[in-house]
């Protein structure tokens, strides 16, 4: 019926809203807390960010096995919530980084699989209700995009940049999400066969690996991962690095860089939108390509932009990044959903974070920062940015030729099943 549609729509908006609200409030502010107010050094923030990438590791993977064999995932996703938002609210009374480190790494181990148990909920919901998921999910999942935004600028505007208050803001919508998770629609586990020692111990969404499609799809996933990491991670830095040059000091770009680079998540706002389209008219593998080739535009712009006379393609290159993100993000896990057997989809999905903000994040972070520092850091400590972007330019472009090669996609659209 319309109007129940309607209401399950409006009721996964509001989960998705909050989703991306909680790690929007402080993901893009905690630098300026941490180096402004507690003026604790650079070596140790950037363990900070290697907590999402290590928390991937194993957190989605291990709650989707929860979730297909013992427990609701609705129910699974607020308990996750409510522990996450507690740990928030205790970010502002610790003193230390290497506290605050701990702290963070097990908020994201509570966070991290939340993503991948909300994409579940969402496609389970959806189906039962009989609605397409590569139509219908876009749409609803849009609204996440837009929470985040929502969020970065609430911590903007409450003058919340460098004060532990952002993470009371995230800490209480994280509590809201938990408490509304159990009004949601029930998504039972359903992998309930033990057959095998692998069944039992809940590895059956690994066996995907042995398909060669899917093994090669996880495999490029994971090296989009690392790209995805890689402009989340100096993206903010590189705009801020134009202030030391006379002839950029006090332009807006380089005095408001998180409002330069919040385009980034309203080009996703509207490239969500088209993701139906794509793959229904191109297939997850053109869709991919796609994808790929956005990072190459994304990393170039960046080489030869600067905030004066190129600002046009700093710009560009935010608007690209939804393409990017979007179209490997959402039509990955679309495609993931519609490849698994449905007594596995919190697995599968938890298998495609893992392959994603997991590995390919680990290894995005670890190895860029061992080739800017070897290869991009003069002897005054000034970073060359031009070759920095290029180098990430040329991989993605590596990624992207490797992949066309490869992968051999089934020629079936994603089933709304």
């Known amino acids: 019926m ?94 230390d980084p290497r506290t605050l480190f701990w702290l963070m790494l097990a908020n994201m181990c509570c966070y991290m699989p939340t993503i991948a148990l909300s994409i579940a909920v969402a496609f389970n919901a959806l189906k039962r209700a009989g609605l397409d998921i590569v139509t219908d999910y876009p749409p609803v999942r849009v609204w996440g995009t837009v929470g985040f935004i929502v969020a970065m600028w609430t911590t903007s505007l409450l003058h919340l940049e460098t004060s532990p208050g952002q993470f009371r803001v995230a800490g209480a919508a994280a509590l809201l999400l938990g408490l509304y998770a159990f009004s949601l629609p029930p998504c039972p586990p359903r992998d309930t066969r033990h057959a095998t020692l692998a069944e039992a111990l809940g590895l059956r969404a690994f066996a995907l690996l042995r398909r060669y499609d899917m093994a090669v799809f996880f ?41 330069v680079l919040s385009i980034s998540q309203m080009s996703e706002t509207l490239f969500i939108l088209t993701i139906p389209f794509f793959m229904r008219r191109f297939g997850i593998k053109t869709v991919m390509l796609i994808s790929m080739v956005a990072w190459v535009l994304r990393f170039g712009l960046f080489a030869y932009g600067n905030p004066a006379g190129l600002l046009w393609m700093l710009v560009l290159s935010n608007i690209v990044y939804g393409m990017a993100f979007d179209f490997f993000n959402i039509s990955g896990s679309l495609f993931v959903e519609s490849q698994a057997d449905p007594a596995i989809r919190a697995s599968a999905q938890g298998l495609f974070m893992l392959m994603t903000n997991g590995v390919g994040a680990v290894l995005g972070s670890s190895l860029s920062g061992w080739l800017i520092e070897r290869f991009f850091t003069a002897p005054d400590g000034a970073l060359d940015w031009h070759g920095i972007w290029l180098s990430f330019a040329g991989y993605a472009l590596v990624v992207t030729l490797l992949f066309a090669v490869l992968f051999r996609a089934p020629r079936t659209a994603p089933s709304a099943a």
């Open 219 to 259: 495999l490029f996933a994971m090296a989009l991962g690392a790209a995805l990491q890689l402009t989340n991670a100096y993206g903010d830095t590189f705009l801020h690095d134009f202030g030391k040059q006379p002839q950029y000091q006090g332009l807006l770009t380089v005095r408001y860089p998180n409002i």
């Open 2 to 95: 319309p109007g129940s549609s309607a209401a399950l729509k409006l009721r996964l908006i509001a989960m998705n809203f909050l989703q991306f609200y909680v790690w929007g409030a402080w993901l893009t502010t905690i630098g300026a807390y941490w180096f402004q107010t507690r003026h604790w050094g650079g070596a140790q923030f950037g363990a900070i960010f290697s907590t999402m990438g290590l928390a991937s590791l194993f957190m989605p993977a291990l709650m989707g096995i929860v979730a297909d064999k013992w427990v609701h995932a609705e129910r699974l996703y607020g308990v996750l919530h409510l522990v996450g938002g507690a740990l928030l609210f205790l970010v502002p009374a610790v003193d």
